[in-house]
């Protein structure tokens, strides 16, 4: 019997925010980091890698919270741990005090998706398929057992999610088949990042043109008239037909959110992405009553699948943008979709990050293959950083994720990658801590 | 100029899980516990103390992510810190690598509570008053100015926040005069425990009721016919006229809430409290919908201000249960009364846990003298429990909470106290540390 021997959860900070990547309204200087989780066994052959994503600062609580989260799974069997997915998952989750803490959100739920992406990246491995295959061999009972439906059933019954996988489980072979030849579409926000310079703007606009991107997606909501200027370089370049995508990251309340938006219409943006608080259920569905057809897309900071239900009641979303290392991982993940999928919502997974593509890829093959059979406005976020830290990366050519074959979530990270970024320990820190660059000080202090 | 030096926060842990104080269907085994902030700065005589409170697990993240929200203010001038204290939260608030983590909500924003309700303290004891005084002394400018009215202006404007304080405002010092004669109104929990026996739960309604309260709150939710027998007896000890409330602590989907509760019904409940995800604006205003007469109070999970905005706009709530050290202290508070006044919902503050008593008192007072000016369906949550170890304890008489008139926020705890349940290494658990019961080696095994 293969056993769980530890699990060791370590602190890695890319510094970011010295070249601008990932500047936005909200988020100017992030530094993106992952509290990164590593499943040993006493089989050297076998381990599971997870990971949350966050962007600096708080890394460390979410390590620690990590740590904590993943107790319960040391000294215990692989094959129980993985063989009722749902069951490890509750467990993990439904620790009584640590709920307190949430429920379901913030420092601890970023944990728990750090400690059972892991699990299923585990899981995946024993079985030696890759996640979105582990999923595609499920059936519609055992994926909607390990699917979290708490607090859903006023819109989500478990009769209704095994009918919706039912339909589609005799074809799944199809599907699977086309990605192979096609891959995944995908869309890129490498191009527009609020930090960068017109000049870098139009010239990562063309690259994405000429790389195959039929969608781009740029910042917004720092400055009107500069949206304006950038938006009229983006469509000059992409042209009338291809689609332009804006994201406010929270900057404005409701109000203000309609009145912006409305002044960006000409550019006939696909969607406003997080145009207020991502708490906001009401203000969401207000904005979209008030920005049509201009579509509203919300989820990276979408804190749990009780926020979800409720955007999908409302009517608040045209694109569900769910994030692999916010919500509860895969568990919470299905339940996400299989109510996008009732409610008629194309899921485009958020992305980016360290790591996070390397995630979706597999959950938009798994939608595609089993929950919604279907690619009409759906496209999934990708950005070319970090990945080559990642031992596995993804593949992305012509617009498409390829297909990950490798077995796994496709989660781990090289060695080396570790030592040199682990904070504040690692090499990069070590040395970049007797400098003298504000940024750097500031997170050093942190600790 | 008076400096603040440094900020210090421990963790605190009381093993209140050994006798079921705080027992319920979703919190079984809680070890109350405290992030206890200390502001000291270079003048012996001027101190800040705050907190957020836990149920035990992960308090030490809470502690650690104080620690980080809290550096901004070392090496600052009290006076400055003090005197924009708007700016103050504002500038511990955005951190912009911390937000990724919430934002306001979870582990971070508990913190930035913590943190803040020390700010608080610290800027009522240099005033020299309790801080529902200096709250009444501000003009409705000042209070709107430190008010978090962010993402609100959907259903509350700075000139209507203004307005409604306005009106008020002459009139304040005739409440205080009554309230100084009457005290504040609460209800007790301290019977309806769901770990006590029939005998000491009826024991505990007769003390209630010959204390002279007129509200008695049990916890239902674990077994329909033993909820039936327990309002039987709570009910029968309590006679008709008394107002019976329930809280089910989050523990039903909203389907089976709604059929639950009416079952309760012959027992006339006033409320029922948390009856779903505290999450669930829309699940919460379905079960209003299909319980009433019975009505729906929630908001000791409520996470921020956003939420209590939905709650308000969907009509979801009859009772607001605002925590004061879940929201990001007066700042955030002030808004949730503000809103509530608008929309016309009492709001009877959460209280009981660690110190949260002590705090509330101050709210209360504070909202019938400057906000609501009403008394009618209002009624703070007391629990007698843990105010041994506080310096200013609240004091309840014949069903109120007298004013409390010492310096400050009523935060301040015992040195012996933090010396004993300071966790792990306070003499308590040092000792519990040697011995073998099996929740106090889960507790300790979380380190």
């Known amino acids: 019997m293969t056993t769980i021997?530890?699990?060791?959860?370590?602190?890695?900070?890319?510094?970011?925010?010295?070249?601008?990547?990932?500047?936005?309204?909200?988020?100017?200087?992030?530094?993106?980091?992952?509290?990164?989780?590593?499943?040993?066994?006493?089989?050297?052959?076998?381990?599971?890698?997870?990971?949350?994503?966050?962007?600096?600062?708080?890394?460390?609580?979410?390590?620690?919270?990590?740590?904590?989260?993943?107790?319960?799974?040391?000294?215990?069997?692989v094959a129980e741990v993985i063989g009722d997915l749902g069951a490890t998952y509750r467990?993990?989750?439904?620790?009584?005090?640590?709920?307190?803490?949430?429920?379901?959100?913030?420092?601890?739920?970023?944990a728990l998706a750090a400690v059972m992406n892991a699990v299923w990246d585990l899981a995946a491995r024993a079985a030696g398929v890759p996640l979105w295959q582990l999923l595609a061999e499920m059936s519609?009972?055992?994926?909607?057992?390990?699917?979290?439906?708490?607090?859903?059933?006023?819109a989500l019954?478990?009769?209704?999610?095994?009918?919706?996988?039912?339909?589609?489980?005799p074809t799944r072979q199809q599907r699977i088949a086309e990605l192979q030849g096609t891959g995944y579409p995908c869309y890129t926000t490498s191009a527009g990042w609020l930090g960068y310079s017109d000049e870098k703007l139009r010239r990562l606009c063309q690259e994405a043109v000429?790389?195959?991107?039929?969608?781009?997606?740029?910042?917004?909501?720092?400055?009107?008239d500069e949206d304006i200027r950038r938006l009229s370089i983006a469509r000059e370049v992409i042209g009338p037909d291809a689609a332009l995508m804006i994201d406010a990251n929270q900057v404005w309340d409701v109000p203000?959110?309609?009145?912006?938006?409305?002044?960006?219409?000409?550019?006939?943006?696909?969607?406003?992405?997080?145009?207020?608080?991502?708490?906001?259920?009401?203000?969401?569905?207000?904005?979209?009553?008030?920005v049509a057809p201009i579509g509203v897309a919300s989820g990276e900071h979408g804190m749990n699948r009780v926020l979800f239900k409720q955007?999908?009641?409302?009517?608040?979303?045209?694109?569900?943008?769910?994030?692999?290392?916010?919500?509860?991982?895969?568990?919470?993940?299905?339940a996400v979709y299989l109510m996008a999928k009732k409610f008629g919502v194309p899921v485009c997974p958020h992305a980016g990050g360290v790591g996070l593509c390397e995630l979706v890829q597999h959950l938009s093959v798994f939608d595609y293959v089993a929950v919604s059979g279907s690619l009409e406005g759906r496209v999934t976020e990708y950005v070319d950083h970090l990945h080559e830290h990642f031992v596995?990366?993804?593949?992305?050519?012509?617009?498409?994720?390829?297909?990950?074959?490798?077995?796994?979530?496709s989660a781990e990270m090289h060695p080396a990658s570790i030592e040199r970024f682990r904070f504040p320990d690692g090499d990069y820190w070590a040395g970049a801590a007797s400098e003298s660059s504000s940024w750097r000080k500031s997170s050093i202090a942190s600790r």
């Not at 019954?157 to 489980?169: D, K, P, Q, S």
């Not at 145009?275 to 009401?282: A, E, I, Q, W």
């Open 91 to 110: 467990d993990l989750q439904s620790d009584s005090q640590l709920r307190w803490l949430g429920p379901d959100k913030g420092v601890i739920h970023l």
């Open 140 to 154: 519609p009972e055992q994926l909607v057992d390990a699917a979290d439906l708490r607090y859903l059933s006023d």
């Open 210 to 224: 000429d790389a195959g991107y039929r969608h781009v997606k740029l910042k917004v909501g720092a400055n009107l």
């Open 256 to 290: 203000q959110a309609i009145e912006w938006v409305n002044a960006l219409a000409p550019f006939a943006p696909l969607w406003i992405e997080e145009p207020t608080s991502p708490d906001d259920v009401l203000g969401h569905a207000a904005i979209r009553r008030a």
């Open 5 to 77: 021997t530890s699990v060791s959860v370590t602190d890695i900070r890319f510094p970011t925010s010295l070249s601008m990547d990932g500047s936005d309204a909200m988020n100017k200087d992030g530094d993106y980091s992952a509290a990164y989780v590593h499943i040993v066994t006493d089989d050297p052959d076998l381990a599971g890698f997870g990971f949350t994503f966050t962007i600096g600062r708080g890394n460390d609580l979410c390590v620690e919270a990590a740590r904590q989260r993943a107790l319960p799974l040391i000294g215990r069997e």
């Open 157 to 169: 019954t478990r009769e209704e999610a095994i009918a919706i996988l039912a339909e589609l489980a």
């Open 392 to 409: 596995e990366p993804c593949i992305v050519e012509a617009g498409a994720y390829r297909l990950p074959m490798a077995p796994g979530y």
């Open 311 to 334: 955007m999908f009641q409302a009517g608040a979303l045209d694109f569900c943008q769910l994030d692999s290392a916010r919500l509860g991982s895969v568990n919470e993940i299905l």
